[in-house]
């Protein structure tokens, strides 16, 4: 275990791994040339698990295409770079890898969002293994909980009332936001995650936001003298 994904497992406690799928060779050699051999070396070595009790799954690329595409379709990504979903939150947030732009997008699917950054320089200077470290090492267990309408935090309740999640599964809230529905625990249930998310895709209007590490770059904020 490396130092950044030690760090993720053991400070952050995101350990231990449950829920593991063993990784198919054939989607390693798939994925060989997508997907940073950092990222296919956690495959190998921990597969497509479960962690933080649930909090937070890494997953099949291919099981979850149709979502990236019902996210992605229409909007200026979908010519940009080819994604795929590497990683998925208990409530629906999607982390999507860029063959070329590294993890360039997130999407809150529970709220309809999708947060775009860029990490194309990156990618072009060979530092993909060294994102998909920090990737893990940067993951924190309030950041990927949800706050319930009074600002609440959600994932241990859930837990408790409904049980912990399975493979494929997330805390879907029903009704969904964007038909008229609370955040809040009484209207969260076990989903199946694809099912879930392409249908919260299709209901309303996807919101772009800002890429702000590009907006502080333009600004100068980065720039040392």
Same mark, same amino acid.
């Given at each position: 275990?490396?130092?950044?994904?030690?760090?993720?497992?053991?400070?952050?406690?995101?350990?231990?791994?449950?829920?593991?799928?063993? @990784?198919?060779?054939?989607? @390693?050699?798939?994925?060989?040339?997508?997907?940073? =051999?950092?990222?296919?070396?956690?495959?190998?070595?921990?597969?497509?698990? =479960?962690?933080?009790? %649930?909090?937070?799954?890494?997953?099949?690329?291919?099981?979850?295409?149709? @979502?990236?595409? !019902?996210?992605?379709?229409?909007?200026?990504?979908?010519?940009?770079?080819?994604?795929?979903?590497?990683? @998925?939150?208990? /409530?629906?947030?999607?982390?999507?890898?860029?063959?070329?732009?590294? /993890?360039?997008?997130?999407?809150?699917?529970?709220?309809?969002?999708?947060?775009?950054?860029?990490?194309?320089?990156?990618? !072009?200077?060979?530092?993909?293994?060294?994102?998909?470290?920090?990737?893990?090492?940067?993951?924190?267990?309030?950041?990927?909980?949800?706050?319930?309408?009074?600002?609440?935090?959600?994932?241990?309740?859930?837990?408790?009332?409904? =049980?912990?999640?399975?493979? =494929?599964?997330?805390?879907?809230?029903?009704?969904?936001?964007?038909?008229?529905?609370?955040?809040?625990?009484?209207?969260?249930?076990?989903?199946?995650?694809?099912?879930?998310?392409? &249908?919260?895709?299709?209901?309303?209007?996807?919101?772009? &936001?800002?890429?702000?590490?590009?907006?502080?770059?333009? !600004? %100068?904020?980065?720039?040392?003298?």
């Amino acid at each position: 275990m490396d130092q950044e994904f030690g760090y993720f497992y053991n400070e952050e406690k995101f350990g231990p791994a449950f829920e593991r799928r063993d @990784v198919p060779t054939s989607s @390693v050699e798939k994925f060989r040339d997508k997907l940073p =051999g950092q990222l296919l070396q956690y495959w190998r070595e921990y597969g497509w698990s =479960g962690y933080g009790n %649930g909090l937070f799954w890494t997953v099949d690329p291919d099981q979850y295409a149709p @979502v990236v595409e !019902a996210w992605l379709d229409g909007t200026p990504f979908e010519e940009r770079d080819s994604y795929h979903a590497i990683a @998925v939150s208990a /409530f629906g947030e999607l982390f999507l890898w860029g063959e070329k732009t590294g /993890f360039s997008i997130s999407v809150q699917t529970l709220w309809g969002m999708i947060f775009p950054a860029d990490a194309a320089a990156e990618v !072009a200077d060979g530092n993909s293994d060294f994102l998909v470290r920090a990737f893990f090492m940067a993951k924190e267990k309030e950041q990927l909980d949800q706050l319930d309408d009074a600002e609440h935090p959600l994932f241990g309740r859930a837990v408790r009332k409904l =049980g912990v999640l399975e493979t =494929g599964q997330i805390y879907g809230l029903v009704p969904a936001l964007a038909l008229g529905g609370s955040c809040d625990l009484e209207h969260l249930e076990k989903v199946d995650a694809v099912t879930h998310m392409i &249908m919260l895709a299709q209901l309303g209007e996807r919101q772009i &936001m800002r890429d702000v590490v590009a907006d502080a770059k333009a !600004a %100068g904020l980065f720039d040392v003298g």
